[in-house]
């Protein structure tokens, strides 16, 4: 069975960074797409980072560009979000997801929620002002 785990997440002011982790146990990604999400209160979920692991192609929201990295690492079969010059409206549950079908997705599919099949139990940001 297939387990996505965050971790990372916290408080901090703005300005500050994290790193979100996402352990995957279950399966071994070597050609999938993986992204993060996340959803504030009252509000629809987002894609803010995606990777396409067979490449190492990358994809993200114009709102978090030059602001977070997305990247993997296959030997601890993990996913990062580093997350530079966090401001309030970053804050949300943040959730790690994969594809489990191998392949590349279609561009535009890379930050859609409904791409991904296999979704984290999320981790919390909050940035204050």
């Known amino acids: 069975q297939v387990q996505l785990v965050e971790s990372g997440g916290g408080s901090v002011q703005a300005g500050g960074s994290l790193r979100l982790s996402c352990a995957a146990s279950g399966y071994t990604f070597r050609r999938n797409s993986m992204a993060w999400f996340r959803q504030a209160p009252g509000k629809e979920r987002e894609g803010v980072a995606a990777i396409y692991t067979g490449s190492g192609s990358t994809y993200y929201a114009d709102s978090v560009k030059g602001r977070f990295a997305i990247s993997q690492d296959n030997a601890k079969n993990t996913l990062y979000l580093q997350m530079n010059g966090l401001i309030p409206e970053d804050t949300a549950m943040y959730y790690c997801?994969?594809?489990?079908?191998?392949?590349?997705?279609?561009?535009?599919?890379?930050?859609?929620?409904?791409?991904?099949?296999?979704w984290g139990q999320g981790t919390q940001v909050t940035v204050s002002a």
């Open positions: 997801a994969a594809d489990l079908r191998p392949g590349p997705l279609s561009v535009p599919w890379y930050l859609r929620g409904s791409a991904y099949n296999a």
